[in-house]
């Protein structure tokens, strides 16, 4: 059985930083692509990064492009999303998954098999 459980979320200022890990329980973390997605209060769930199996391949949604950036250490079996330059349009709950094959990177949320609880970001202006 796989976990996932982030951290790392909190009160930043607009402008500010935060990043945001998320550890893989199990020995399949090497085989899965690792997305981050995000809620906002009375919103849909959208999806904000996802990167292969290696890290050798990133997507990213166009509203946190160029802000923000997803990598992973295998070695630790954790991902991370370093959040820069943060808006009040980021507050939300923060989502990791993990979506197999590894090699695939999807914004599908459906496609993804296994979710953490999430962890808040909240942004002031």
């Known amino acids: 059985q796989v976990q996932l459980v982030e951290s790392g979320g909190g009160l930043a200022q607009a402008g500010g930083s935060l990043r945001l890990s998320c550890a893989h329980s199990g020995r399949s973390f090497n085989d899965h692509a690792m997305g981050w997605f995000r809620q906002a209060p009375g919103k849909e769930r959208e999806f904000v990064a996802v990167?292969?199996?290696?890290?050798?391949?990133?997507d990213y949604a166009d509203s946190v492009k160029g802000r923000f950036t997803i990598s992973r250490d295998n070695a630790k079996n954790t991902v991370y999303l370093q959040m820069n330059s943060l808006k009040p349009e980021d507050t939300a709950t923060y989502f990791c998954?993990?979506?197999?094959?590894?090699?695939?990177?999807?914004?599908?949320?459906?496609?993804?098999?296994?979710w953490g609880h999430g962890t808040r970001v909240t942004v002031s202006s």
């Open positions: 998954a993990s979506h197999f094959p590894g090699s695939q990177l999807s914004r599908n949320g459906a496609e993804y098999n296994y």
């Open positions: 990167t292969n199996w290696n890290g050798g391949m990133a």
